[in-house]
């Protein structure tokens, strides 16, 4: 028989070299952890929380998503009791990680090192260093930005390659934050199984940044450039990512931390396991143009973010489609990229779907050519796990990069094809083999457009141009 709610949670089937961090990190996106229990030799614990709501939260939480610890899937249940008492000294260290979490949490700084972990001491610093390990997905500014902003107020980032790593430096405004965050997030996964968080204490204090771009990012200044060949950044969008609210982003947060925190403020239902968000792989593209056929709707993602298996244009909603991606991660980058761009004058909104999978129309049903299953598509460009061109996934933008182009094919040729979108070439530059070039169009809608036109557009003799957003200008 299920126990009744109580602030105390049993945790059960721990591995065996779990931390005393790692399980109160289980608790801290609900609220406030106020005792633990460690129970190592038999692989269990027990949470007390600062309130039965915050118990209620968590357990409903995990009921929906598997918790992991060290990717061990763990059972958390309430407890028998209604509050826990340790005054046993098997429990001292658990007790000293505990106050060492509840003063960084509180604002304070830890008054003993009893426990023994680097962890413990005082943040040295408000500048973090983050290295993705097992990149195999892209990890925009914008992404941890959303990420760490659920642990203070973001100021700065500066995102870079090193040692063939991407790395970053993220400024909190206060050093506690840079501790909560690295206390919560250090080893978790952005993406299932892939794009592991290694944080640390960058020896900076304070970070200079010069430029607004897709690169760095200072959210106190607004007003400053992008800098030479760098996309502007939209002073009211940075004005808005600069506050700790809920983007469609922040909605969909993959990091187990930010995604309990979203789910605890009831604000979207998760599903996956602790660590990285499962993100469902299907998505509702609504608002666009109702002649635009299935074919378009799912062209715009098809081979520029993910490869699309089927799309269904709703019969009662000719202005809204269904969309199944490959897998979720590709939904999420879909979304990220997608969600509030403009086609041919209307607003799109890109939102996660209730339906599990897209259906097709029964045989012989004759469904109007409302569906289309693309799942055998010869085109699909993300089928090997890790694949190049995951790193060339970039936002929508004027300037389109065009590759598997013809020999023979010459400026003029392309100059004329992307005109007869119905747009302007701004400028165009050939690759030096000349078989890839940059076209530059007016607007971003206009790209976008051409982008849907002519993506896989038959060259002949065996040549279909391959369209996607360069984050390059001309």
Not at 279 to 303: I, M, Y
Not at 324 to 339: I, Y
Not at 423 to 441: E, I, P, S, Y
Request: proline letters at 6%.
């Amino acid at each position: 028989m299920d126990s009744p709610p109580s602030r105390v949670i049993h945790i059960r089937k721990l591995p065996n070299e779990v931390s005393e961090t790692e399980v109160i990190a289980l608790g801290l996106p609900f609220g406030k952890v106020t005792n633990i229990l460690m129970l190592k030799g038999k692989n269990q614990a027990f949470l007390e929380l600062g309130t039965e709501e915050a118990a209620v939260t968590m357990v409903n939480y995990y009921t929906a998503v598997t918790p992991q610890v060290r990717n061990v899937p763990v059972f958390i249940q309430y407890s028998n009791h209604k509050e826990l008492k340790t005054d046993s000294a098997l429990n001292q260290r658990a007790q000293a990680v505990l106050q060492a979490v509840s003063a960084v949490q509180e604002g304070g700084s830890p008054s003993s090192d009893t426990a023994g972990d680097s962890i413990l001491s005082p943040a040295p610093s408000p500048v973090l260093r983050i290295i993705i390990d097992n990149m195999f997905y892209p990890v925009t500014l914008d992404v941890l930005q959303q990420i760490f902003s659920k642990f203070g107020t973001v100021m700065k980032i500066i995102t870079f390659t090193k040692n063939n790593q991407f790395q970053a430096l993220l400024q909190f405004s206060d050093p506690v934050n840079a501790q909560q965050a690295k206390l919560s997030l250090d080893g978790q996964n952005i993406y299932n199984s892939c794009c592991t968080l290694r944080i640390d204490f960058s020896k900076l204090v304070n970070l200079n940044v010069k430029y607004n771009n897709d690169k760095s990012r200072d959210y106190t200044r607004p007003e400053l450039p992008a800098g030479d060949g760098q996309p502007p950044v939209d002073p009211s969008m940075a004005a808005a990512l600069s506050k700790d609210s809920t983007s469609l982003l922040g909605a969909i947060s993959p990091l187990s931390a930010a995604a309990a925190a979203a789910a605890a403020a009831g604000r979207v239902a998760l599903s996956g396991h602790s660590g990285a968000l499962t993100c469902p792989s299907w998505f509702t593209l609504s608002s666009f143009p109702p002649f635009l056929p299935s074919p378009s709707a799912s062209r715009l993602t098809e081979g520029v973010y993910g490869d699309v298996q089927r799309v269904k244009i709703l019969y009662n909603k000719k202005d809204s489609a269904l969309i199944q991606m490959a897998d979720g991660n590709q939904a999420q980058l879909a979304m990220s990229h997608l969600n509030g761009q403009k086609m041919y004058g209307k607003i799109i909104r890109v939102t996660l779907s209730k339906h599990q999978t897209v259906q097709l129309p029964r045989e012989g049903l004759d469904d109007q050519g409302l569906t289309k299953d693309f799942t055998n598509s010869p085109l699909h460009r993300f089928k090997k796990p890790g694949s190049k061109n995951f790193q060339n996934i970039f936002p929508p933008s004027a300037t389109l990069h065009l590759s598997n182009v013809r020999d023979d094919v010459t400026e003029e040729d392309l100059r004329l094809l992307f005109s007869n979108s119905g747009g302007t070439v701004k400028a165009f530059k050939f690759f030096q083999d000349r078989k890839m070039a940059l076209l530059q169009m007016s607007t971003v809608e206009e790209a976008i457009q051409a982008l849907i036109d002519l993506h896989n557009y038959d060259m002949g003799r065996g040549h279909r141009l391959r369209v996607s957003f360069s984050k390059s200008t001309i």
